[in-house]
């Protein structure tokens, strides 16, 4: 086996560790539950959005390219 292959498998089974949570297999109503919270906060973001607001772009447009070589 190429040691990618090697590190992708360690990285598949770390991810897999992570989104498990601290329990080894999480049940399918775990997963409804916290898909029906995000869904009745959706107001709760609609007001964090309209609260939101992006920041100044530079005015000149040469600064977003400062750190780029080609």
Do not use: F
Request: aromatic share 6%; hydrophobic share 20%; charged share 35%.
């Amino acid at each position: 086996m190429a040691s990618w292959e090697k590190e992708q498998a360690r990285l598949l089974k770390l991810y897999e560790k992570i989104s498990s949570g601290s329990s080894n297999s999480k049940s399918e109503s775990d997963a409804d539950s916290a898909e029906n919270n995000s869904s009745s906060s959706e107001d709760n973001e609609s007001t964090a959005d309209e609260e939101y607001e992006a920041p100044e772009e530079p005015e000149n447009d040469e600064t977003w390219h400062t750190n780029t070589t080609l």
